[in-house]
Structures are given as structure tokens and as C-alpha cells.
């Protein structure tokens, strides 16, 4: 497992709704049942989805649009490079322990928000990773990041 020292949550966002506009929070309740509160349900081994800061600056660089992070629908901006090493692993953040199972395979709704967005997220696991609850808690920005 490849862990970055001191990698950090910079925001946190759920899906007010199917396609809908993220809501950015600084804080938030998660259980292995529900996942994040106030978030549309997931499958139980994708409950929440971590997403990097700087693969987001690369894709959207190369994209030369400026889009906020949250426009890739995930639930967790983390500081640092690519989240390829955790998959297969258990990772800790703030109270919460996350099994990483996979990638997060960008969908058709990428391109339906910015043309091209979909292929520019394929590349080295830009599009994040996706993991299960395995113990739940409260997590808020500033949290870290850690192996369990």
C-alpha cells in the first residue's frame, strides 16, 4: 500500500440528488450501513469515493477548464497523488475505517457535464477509488489520512 505522510481531507461533498448538484460540508456521519449522511444510497462495497487533488489538477489541466472537484461526484478530496496504492487495502479516516475495493470507472455523465472529462479521468486512476465502510464515525475536514 503506498501512503503519502500527512495526506489530509480538503473537502467533503455528498449527491443531493440522481445528477444533481453536490453539497459541499465540512462534517459528516458515516455508517457502514447508510454510508454518508444526507448522501443518495450506494452499493454497500462503494459507500464512499476519495479523490486527489493533484490527479484532479492534471485533468482538468489538460482539459483547460476549470471545474470544481465535486464535479467528479465524488464524496472525498484528499491532498497528495494518486490513490492507485490503497486499492486492496484498509485505510483509516478521521473515525472511519475504509476497506479500498477499486477505481471509480468515470461514467457517461462526465462528458454531459464537460465534453471529454470522461476519457481525460481513464488515465492512471485519475477518476479516484471507491471503498466499503467497515467501521463508521464521524469524519470533518482536516482529517487524515492513515494505514490501519
Not at 15 to 36: A, C, F, H, S, Y
Not at 89 to 106: D, M, W, Y
Not at 124 to 143: A, L, S
Request: with cysteine; glycine share 12%.
Amino acid at each position: 500500500m503506498s501512503l503519502e505522510t500527512d495526506r489530509r481531507i480538503l473537502a467533503i461533498a455528498v449527491r443531493t440528488e440522481k445528477n444533481g448538484p453536490m453539497q459541499e460540508i465540512d462534517t459528516v456521519v458515516v455508517t457502514p450501513d447508510d454510508g454518508l449522511e444526507g448522501d443518495l444510497p450506494a452499493p454497500s462495497h462503494r459507500r464512499i469515493t476519495l479523490l486527489s487533488t493533484d490527479q484532479w489538477s492534471q485533468t482538468t489541466g489538460e482539459l483547460g477548464a476549470d471545474l470544481p472537484w465535486h464535479t467528479r461526484r465524488a464524496n472525498i478530496l484528499l491532498n497528495g497523488g494518486s490513490l492507485e496504492g490503497l486499492i486492496g487495502s484498509t485505510v483509516q479516516l478521521g473515525e472511519l475505517k475504509i476497506r479500498v475495493n477499486a477505481e471509480t470507472r468515470p461514467c457517461g455523465l462526465m462528458d454531459k457535464i464537460h465534453m471529454g472529462l470522461r476519457e481525460a479521468l481513464v488515465p492512471d486512476c485519475r477518476g479516484g477509488v471507491y471503498g466499503e465502510i467497515v467501521e463508521g464515525g464521524t469524519i470533518k475536514v482536516g482529517d487524515q489520512l492513515t494505514a490501519c
